[in-house]
């Protein structure tokens, strides 16, 4: 007899055909490697009751879904968005579908999300998690296959892509100094950021080689609203030049300067991080390290593709950001 729900089940066809579930279950998934004619009577039942598996448990069946988890911090911020269109392209032309979470900077969120996503699909990707060491260190072993993106672990056994943050704001720091200036602010992004800790540890470097530079830090954030919420306190330092995060805070940084009156970059130069797409349509254009984030997302998907297929683990890959000179910046004033 049919099920009279509209739909029929595997044990239902497995009654009219006179085999067990499992043997349909075989046959459907191509699995079957018993009498032909028993294949043919199950085929031939599906069809009689209209029997359609499951994407769901054949995915399960087969041990593979097809698709691939991608978790971020903010979604909404253009350099992720860049990352996981790079990535998503590349896996699309493999044949598999990217799954995506956003933690909403949330550090606390990250490991439920992860989980969670992970269950779903064939392995997974966090991208710039913000989780602490010894919780991305617990969690990665349940995660595997993984990558990392803009996140490097000794103690975690997956390929990662990151960005030499540290060398790239450097390099801001230097232009900053070549064009006269010796008192520089750091508007800091998210605390439990790492990228904001190699950003730091950059900024430290850069002064231990360069005594007579003064550096203040201000705590921001990774948004336009972090940096337009610091343009008064950035004033309030005195100095002549601002080194933001990233390109979102800089944006930010130089609208919040200008409705105190502040000339970006007549009374302050300000640089940014990432190159995101319109900073070089922003007034002014912005001075930034520039980083091709379509093509680590895609370099993303071919290390995660390996490591799912078992050819290999994928070497780790660092950028080098370039450093892009626009209108943002100018000599010191006299």
Not at 91 to 109: H, K, N, P, Q, V
Not at 228 to 236: H, I, K, L, T
Not at 291 to 308: D, F, K, Q, T
Request: aromatic share 6%; net charge negative.
């Amino acid at each position: 007899m049919v099920s009279r729900t509209g739909t029929t089940t595997i044990a239902e066809v497995a009654k009219h055909a006179g085999v067990s579930p499992a043997t349909v279950s075989r046959v459907m998934n191509g699995r079957f490697v018993g009498e032909p004619a028993v294949a043919d009577r199950v085929r031939a039942s599906a069809r009689e009751l209209s029997y359609s598996p499951s994407h769901l448990a054949r995915s399960l069946a087969l041990g593979r879904t097809k698709a691939v988890g991608f978790l971020v911090p903010d979604l909404a911020n253009p350099t992720f968005q860049e990352i996981l269109s790079g990535f998503s392209k590349a896996a699309s032309r493999d044949g598999y579908r990217a799954l995506i979470a956003d933690s909403d900077e949330s550090s606390s969120e990250e490991a439920l999300l992860a989980t969670e996503i992970r269950s779903r699909c064939d392995a997974v990707v966090l991208c710039a998690p913000r989780m602490p060491e010894t919780e991305l260190v617990k969690l990665a072993a349940t995660l595997q296959p993984l990558v990392l993106i803009n996140r490097t672990s000794r103690a975690v056994s997956a390929p990662s892509l990151s960005i030499d943050y540290q060398a790239g704001i450097q390099t801001l720091a230097t232009h900053l100094y070549e064009l006269g200036h010796r008192h520089l602010v750091f508007v800091e992004g998210p605390e439990e950021s790492a990228s904001n800790s190699y950003r730091v540890r950059g900024l430290d470097e850069f002064r231990r080689a360069h005594p007579d530079v003064v550096l203040d830090r201000i705590r921001g954030g990774a948004a336009f609203e972090d940096g337009f919420a610091m343009a008064d306190a950035v004033r309030g330092t005195g100095a002549s030049a601002a080194l933001a995060f990233n390109d979102l805070v800089a944006v930010g940084l130089i609208n919040g300067l200008a409705e105190l009156g502040v000339s970006v970059p007549g009374d302050i130069s300000v640089t940014g991080f990432d190159d995101i797409r319109f900073a070089r349509f922003f007034t002014p254009t912005l001075t930034t390290a520039s980083v091709p984030h379509e093509e680590l997302g895609a370099e993303a998907w071919l290390r995660l593709n390996s490591v799912i297929s078992d050819a290999s683990r994928g070497f780790d890959l660092m950028f080098q950001p370039r450093l892009e000179v626009r209108d943002s910046t100018a000599p010191v004033a006299a």
